[in-house]
Structure formats: structure tokens, C-alpha cells
């Protein structure tokens, strides 16, 4: 006898019904077609009839009704775990679009290099927390390839991602330093010809923006034989404070370890930095206040070690009085 039309299987590439699959999910996940009814809020029967529809919408056999309950088939399985990760994405829509007009709250991930991290962005949390104490922060100073990418990001980069937000956030001015102690035993180069008669430190990761480093400087980075190389911004400014030697680093340094000197051979770059962040989740009010946040903490006016002009260690008091005056005005 012929099959009637309307209960022939329909091709698994025919589009499905969400709620089918909702209402399997929950048959999967309880084994049990009363218990999935219950949790459901329906009947038995409905939960039944929907899936006899998914499995002839699929042409295949999902559950099995045995004495231990629901057992599902391989083809069960599959379908089980892909309903599984569309009912995540739906909760996950819906916790966001949620959230665009509630108040801060949940996780920021932040990604940032260690030094700046360290100095400028953990110091200044407590701030954030006074005014929004639902905000939670996930701090990185590396980004590793197995994560998702960070909401915020502050990089030596503008963007290549055209979802992307890039905002110009500052500048670096790379300056020689050394310690006082260091300085009294073998004395300091008077100029850049004089790198080689010292021990030399090096950021791996400084070689950023090659064109903006002075020529010289560029090159001898690939020739000069260091004492230390690192990739670690908070380390390079330990060890030279301590005396091991002479760095580049960044003219902030001298705001937090008063034990460095910058020595007298000029800026050797002037790096720019951005705040980067997707133009989609920077709509959610906990990352759009994030933001915001981030942009005093690394303000050009407060911050005058920030600024695109190169302004000496020896000028930061002057400058950020100066930087009182006109806020008060």
C-alpha cells in the first residue's frame, strides 16, 4: 500500500522547527516523555506528537522507549548535543539583548600590555568598582589563540576588523633608563654609539611601529648582544631599577620607580596606543562604561607622559599642575 503524502519523510535538508527541537531537548535531557511534559508544562501526548514530527522531519529515529525510560539513538545523540549548543545561543542572544538596556553588570574582559596593565589599569579598578560594583573584570596581558577575543583591547595597533571601534588613546615615548646604583658604578652612554660598552635590556615585544623609532635605535636592536631579553614590561622595569643594566622603556616609568634615571641621549621613539573594542558589545552598557573608564584612566590631560608631545620626567610635576589649573578654570 502507497504511503499517504502526508506522512512521507521530508528531507533532512528541509528546515527545521525550533520548538521541535526545544521540546526534544528536554525529552533528551530527561529521558523520560512525562518528565519532559512536566518540565515543559504540557501534556505527554503533545511532547510525544512533536517528536514523531522531528524525527519525521529527519527521516530517522531519535528516541527509543525502553524499561529504564527515553534511550536515544546515535542520530539522537547528534541532534541532542547540536540542540544543546542552540539553546545556549539563544539564552546567550537573549541575556545580551537583555542587558543593552539594564545596568552594568557581568563580565569585561580587558586585554592589555602587562606594564600598562599593571601600572595603570589595576590601580584604578577600585574606581570603577565605587560607581559600578556589578561590573566583573577579566584582566589579560596576553592574548592566548584557545580564548575568545577580548572585549576591550588596548594595543599597539589600530585594527584590521571592520566590526572594529578604534579609538587613539595615547602615546609612549621611549627614553634610555638606568639606576642610580648602576649609574654610580659604570657611569651612563652619552649617546646611542655607547649601547655597546654597557649591559643592555631589551621588551622583545617593543619593536612596535618600526618606522617611529629613530633609525639607529631600530638598528641596533637587531645587532647589539643583551644581557636580558624579556617579554614581560613589569620585569624589564624591576631589573633595570635594580641595576641590571640599561632599557628602553617607556618615559612613565619614571613616575613609578623613582629609583631610574633617564639618561641624557634623547626620545628613541613615540609609539601610539589604541582602545579597541567590537562596535556591536560596545553597546552593552557594562563594556560601554568600561570604556569610558578606560579613557580617564589613560587621559592625555592627567597623563602627561601620554600626550603626543615628548615632555620630560624631569616636567610630569609641572605638567600635571598645570593640568589642575586648567580643569578648575
Known amino acids: 500500500m502507497a504511503i499517504?503524502?502526508?506522512?512521507?519523510?521530508?528531507?533532512?535538508?528541509?528546515?527545521?522547527?525550533?520548538?521541535?527541537?526545544?521540546?526534544?531537548?528536554?525529552?533528551?535531557?530527561?529521558?523520560?516523555?512525562?518528565?519532559?511534559?512536566?518540565?515543559?508544562?504540557?501534556?505527554?501526548?503533545?511532547?510525544?506528537?512533536?517528536?514523531?514530527?522531528?524525527?519525521?522531519?529527519?527521516?530517522?529515529?531519535?528516541?527509543?522507549?525502553?524499561?529504564?525510560?527515553?534511550?536515544?539513538?546515535?542520530?539522537?545523540?547528534?541532534?541532542?548535543?547540536?540542540?544543546?549548543?542552540?539553546?545556549?545561543?539563544?539564552?546567550?542572544?537573549?541575556?545580551?539583548?537583555?542587558?543593552?538596556?539594564?545596568?552594568?553588570?557581568?563580565?569585561?574582559?580587558?586585554?592589555?600590555?602587562?606594564?600598562?596593565?599593571?601600572?595603570?589599569?589595576?590601580?584604578?579598578?577600585?574606581?570603577?568598582?565605587?560607581?559600578?560594583?556589578?561590573?566583573?573584570?577579566?584582566?589579560?596581558?596576553k592574548q592566548q589563540e584557545s580564548e575568545a577575543p577580548a572585549d576591550i583591547a588596548i594595543?599597539?595597533?589600530?585594527?584590521?576588523?571592520?566590526?572594529?571601534?578604534?579609538i587613539p588613546l595615547g602615546w609612549l615615548h621611549h627614553a634610555a633608563f638606568a639606576a642610580q646604583t648602576y649609574l654610580d658604578l659604570y657611569g651612563g652612554p652619552k649617546d646611542i654609539g655607547e649601547a655597546f660598552q654597557h649591559r643592555m635590556l631589551m621588551h622583545t615585544g617593543y619593536i612596535s611601529q618600526p618606522e617611529r623609532w629613530r633609525p639607529k635605535q631600530s638598528a641596533l636592536q637587531?645587532?647589539?648582544?643583551?644581557?636580558?631579553?624579556?617579554?614581560?614590561?613589569?620585569?624589564?622595569?624591576?631589573?633595570?631599577?635594580?641595576?641590571?643594566?640599561?632599557?628602553?622603556?617607556?618615559?612613565?616609568?619614571?613616575r613609578i620607580e623613582p629609583r631610574l634615571v633617564m639618561l641624557d641621549v634623547g626620545e628613541l621613539a613615540r609609539i601610539r596606543f589604541w582602545l579597541v573594542f567590537d562596535r556591536e558589545r560596545g553597546q552593552l552598557p557594562r563594556v560601554r562604561e568600561t570604556i569610558d573608564w578606560l579613557k580617564r584612566v589613560f587621559d592625555p590631560a592627567v597623563n602627561p607622559w601620554f600626550r603626543e608631545e615628548f615632555i620630560p620626567p624631569s616636567e610630569f610635576d609641572e605638567a600635571m599642575r598645570e593640568a589642575g589649573r586648567k580643569k578648575w578654570r
Open 155 to 166: 594595543q599597539f595597533h589600530e585594527t584590521k576588523r571592520m566590526e572594529d571601534v578604534a
Open 222 to 254: 637587531d645587532i647589539l648582544d643583551f644581557s636580558v631579553r624579556t617579554d614581560c614590561g613589569t620585569a624589564l622595569v624591576a631589573l633595570t631599577a635594580c641595576g641590571g643594566g640599561v632599557a628602553s622603556m617607556p618615559t612613565y616609568v619614571a
Open 4 to 141: 499517504p503524502e502526508n506522512k512521507k519523510p521530508i528531507a533532512a535538508s528541509q528546515q527545521l522547527d525550533w520548538a521541535d527541537l526545544h521540546f526534544f531537548l528536554a525529552v533528551a535531557e530527561e529521558r523520560s516523555l512525562n518528565k519532559a511534559a512536566q518540565r515543559l508544562q504540557t501534556t505527554q501526548p503533545t511532547v510525544s506528537k512533536r517528536l514523531a514530527e522531528l524525527e519525521r522531519r529527519l527521516g530517522a529515529t531519535l528516541a527509543l522507549r525502553s524499561n529504564s525510560g527515553i534511550e536515544l539513538t546515535e542520530e539522537g545523540r547528534f541532534v541532542a548535543s547540536q540542540a544543546a549548543a542552540m539553546a545556549r545561543s539563544v539564552q546567550h542572544i537573549t541575556q545580551e539583548v537583555a542587558m543593552r538596556d539594564r545596568e552594568p553588570a557581568g563580565e569585561v574582559s580587558i586585554s592589555c600590555p602587562d606594564a600598562m596593565l599593571s601600572y595603570f589599569i589595576a590601580p584604578s579598578v577600585p574606581q570603577l568598582h565605587r560607581v559600578f560594583p556589578s561590573i566583573q573584570l577579566l584582566l589579560r596581558s
